[in-house]
Nanobody, 123 residues
Framework: VQLQAYGGGLVQAGGSLRLSCAASGRTFSNNGMGWFRQAPGKEREFVAGINWNGGRTYYADSVKGRFTISRDNAKNTVTLQMNSLKPEDTADYYC?????????????????WGQGTQVTVSS
């Protein structure tokens, strides 16, 4: 079981990036998924979550209105569209999957984690 996150990079403030998370080894079409991020010297924090069918989403206040999480269960992928990026969005971004169908903002509620993809926003 593997989650592969990709799409990170260097972008100027105000720019956009699209992160994707591809699952292999099993399907996650019945599982809640989430994106988290961790900046150097800081704890991992919740960014966005989505339930099993995409019908419910939730965002951290810091990204609400700028980021959009979505999923394509046919392709076993989850996407995080990030617009109006700010320097404070700089972090390693991780996708994660739960055993349950709903989303959660708590890292310990997630059972599967991908490696991080680095996002750097320059001012």
């Amino acid at each position: 079981v593997q989650l592969q996150a990709y799409g990170g990079g260097l972008v100027q403030a105000g720019g956009s990036l699209r992160l994707s998370c591809a699952a292999s080894g099993r399907t996650f079409s019945n599982n809640g998924m989430g994106w988290f991020r961790q900046a150097p010297g800081k704890e991992r924090e919740f960014v966005a979550g989505i339930n099993w069918n995409g019908g419910r989403t939730y965002y951290a206040d810091s990204v609400k209105g700028r980021f959009t999480i979505s999923r394509d269960n046919a392709k076993n992928t989850v996407t995080l569209q990030m617009n109006s990026l700010k320097p404070e969005d700089t972090a390693d971004y991780y996708c994660a999957a739960r055993s349950g169908t709903g989303w959660s903002h708590l890292p310990y509620d997630y059972d599967f984690w991908g490696q991080g993809t680095q996002v750097t926003v320059s001012s």
